[in-house]
């Protein structure tokens, strides 16, 4: 492989981290809730493109259902859920964690534990600048950044994200200007989901679908939240762009588990060092 | 405008009102004052919905709002100012004033020209970052972000607390310049006697979580022991 399809390679794999760091921390800086279940909604958002594509539906139609199921799914566990628990961190975790359970065993119910591989939508190559990539890399790293581009534009400049700033920055200063912020923690948790549904629905064709993939980009995300920092998406891009990028250059020149000890290591360093993030601000106001 | 009855209400581990009975009347400033610990905080608070209440009954405009969820008791036309100010520091001026105006449809968020008639420096500095407001520039700030919202009551937590006098001189005129020219009925929690006694119209004092006594601002110009025997420390 040229250095330039490895490159491109490790871009596509930052992007779809981020995006699901983005839900990841979109829900945590909002509710103060660490979701465990969120590699489980990457993952059920692959297995909906596994699903619509066994049942003859084909690739795309599950690409558009796989979100709006997670969200609706994420909206649902926030109401019967975590809705109880906000203030009680490790109950929150704890509860996720079991749904997390819940959820992988489900699908090896379902569909085994064995790996399952989807048709690839887009089979065809693209030549461009001397080298030959495949047009659907291409595509995902395409809905990616517009994804995060979109979700920057919703928190940073529309009236729905002016609000979502205000709860997390003071949440009964904003109760107490008229924002309902029980709805606005149901919408930001769907909405957080449906972007890890998203992540898993474009990821399903590029990898073997097994019930532990999950778990895959969970970990990575959340590695790449402590080193950006919490508290800015800003700081997402930075931990995704380290994090990511660093997993994916070290697999190529040695092995994915070298890979794996570097980057947990750098990770335990960089947090060492800014327990904020790379981006952190040492408190909100 | 508002009536408290019996309102008890715990904040943390110790009971902090202990039957509250209050009423505040349409159009008029009532003062509500006290030593520190006493419960006046905790009394906004417990109107605002964002303390348990226990026992008893807030109503506004004759609807009770006991047990709403704050944003609700908002709506209902009540707003906040709370001790501190708790301004967006990391917004600037004009995005802290538009948060005050989301509960409205889209095409009704718009800031009142009224506002920024009261508060000129608002719309000066609008695009400047609220945290590096002043403390006096910070009050004007949190409650113009009140006032956006068209409350018929305000509640104010120690507007004068940590800022230099002639702006508190200046923060009491323009309060007092808002409730003659639009009846805005104003519940404050001051300790500043200064400027209790030139906006306020009635006076209430709290004494372990219970309103020890009630007057007219008149009463209190006229005898000054009431204020001796329930500030004094």
Known sequence: MSAAVQILNGLNYILVLILVAMGLVIIFGLMNVINMAHGEFFLLGAYTVVLTSKMGLGFWVGFIFAPILVGLLGAILEAVLVRRLYHRILDTILATWGVSIVIKQGIILTFGPEGLMVKPPMPEMVTFAGISYPSYRLFIMGVALFVIAATFYLFLKTDFGLGARAVIANPNMAASLGINTRRMYLTTFSLGSAIAGLAGATMAPLMSCDPHMGLGFFIPAFLAILVGGASSLGGILVGGGVIGGAQNAISSVYSPVVAQIVVFSLAIIIIRMRPEGILGRKARD | ?233
Request: hydrophobic residues 45%.
């Open chain 2, 1 to 233: 405008m508002l009536r408290v009855q019996g309102l008890e209400a715990s904040y943390g581990e110790s009971l902090a009102l202990q039957g509250v009975d209050l009423s505040v009347e349409i159009g008029e400033i009532k003062a509500l004052m006290g030593r520190n610990g006493m419960g006046k905080s905790t009394l906004l608070k417990a109107i605002m919905g964002l303390v348990k209440i226990r026992r008893g009954e807030v109503a506004v405009e004759g609807r009770s709002v006991t047990g709403m969820p704050t944003f609700q008791i908002a709506l209902e036309g009540v707003g906040y100012v709370p001790q501190g100010r708790e301004i967006f520091a990391s917004f600037s001026v004009l995005e802290n004033l538009r948060v005050g105006l989301l509960r409205f449809p889209r095409a009704e968020r718009v800031i009142p020209k009224e506002i920024y008639d009261y508060f000129p420096l608002l719309k000066e500095r609008e695009n400047q970052r609220a945290g590096s407001f002043s403390g006096g520039q910070q009050q004007m700030l949190a409650i113009a972000r009140a006032l956006v919202g068209r409350p018929k009551l305000l509640l104010l937590d120690e507007p004068s607390e940590g800022i230099q006098p002639s702006i508190v001189e200046e923060i009491a005129e323009i309060l007092k310049k808002i409730n003659q020219e639009t009846g805005l009925t104003i519940l404050v929690v001051e300790q500043n006697i200064n400027m209790i006694s030139d906006i306020a119209d009635s006076c209430a004092f709290m004494e372990k979580g219970r309103i020890a006594y009630a007057c007219a601002m008149e009463e209190i110009m006229r005898d000054e022991s009431i204020i001796t025997r329930y500030m004094s420390v």
